[in-house]
C-alpha cells in the first residue's frame, strides 16, 4: 500500500525536474528552432499524464470516496494548463478549455460538504478533456519529432 502512493509522489517528482531542466533549456537556448518550446511541451504534458487525475476520476466515480489531493492535482493541472506556452495555437485553445474545467472541478470540491453529483460530473468532464488533450499533444510531438503512430491512438 505504501508503494502505492510513492509512485506517483515520485513520478510527479521525476516530471517536474524534467518541467525545470526544459525550462532552463529553453530560456538557455539559442536559435535551436522550436526544439526549446518542443521540451517544455513535453516536460509539461508528462507531468499532466503523471498527475492522478485518473485515480481521482475512479476513486469518485467508483469509490464514491474524493480523495484528499483531489483539489490540489485540479489546482496544479491548472495552472499547468494556463501558464504552458503551448506549440500551436489549437493546443493552446484546448490548453484554456481544459484549464476551464479543472476551475469548475477544484470550485465543486472546494466545501466541506461536496454535492457528490456534481464532482463527478465536473471531474469527468475535466478527466475525459485531458485525455483528448493529451493525445493531442503527443500527436503534435509525435509529428514534430517523425515518429510515425499508425493506430491513431497511443496511450
Do not use: N
Not at 509512485?7 to 538557455?28: E, Q, T
Not at 471531474?123 to 499508425?150: I, N, P, R
Request: charged share 20%; aromatic share 4%.
Amino acid at each position: 500500500m505504501t508503494e502505492h502512493l510513492r509512485r506517483p509522489a515520485a513520478l510527479m517528482a521525476l516530471a517536474m525536474l524534467a518541467f525545470v531542466a526544459a525550462v532552463l533549456a529553453a530560456a538557455c537556448g539559442g536559435d535551436d528552432g522550436d526544439s526549446g518550446s518542443d521540451q517544455a511541451t513535453v516536460a509539461a504534458i508528462s507531468i499532466m499524464d503523471a498527475s492522478d487525475l485518473h485515480e481521482v476520476h475512479e476513486s469518485i466515480v467508483l469509490d464514491k470516496t474524493i480523495p484528499a489531493t483531489a483539489r490540489t492535482t485540479a489546482l496544479r493541472l491548472e495552472a499547468l494548463a494556463r501558464l504552458t506556452d503551448w506549440p500551436t495555437d489549437d493546443l493552446d485553445s484546448q490548453a484554456l478549455a481544459l484549464a476551464g474545467l479543472l476551475r469548475d472541478m477544484a470550485h465543486a470540491l472546494d466545501t466541506d460538504t461536496p454535492d457528490m453529483a456534481l464532482v463527478g460530473d465536473t471531474v469527468l468532464k475535466a478527466h475525459t478533456a485531458w485525455h483528448e488533450f493529451s493525445q493531442s499533444v503527443w500527436g503534435y510531438l509525435y509529428q514534430a519529432a517523425g515518429v510515425h503512430a499508425d493506430s491513431g491512438h497511443v496511450h
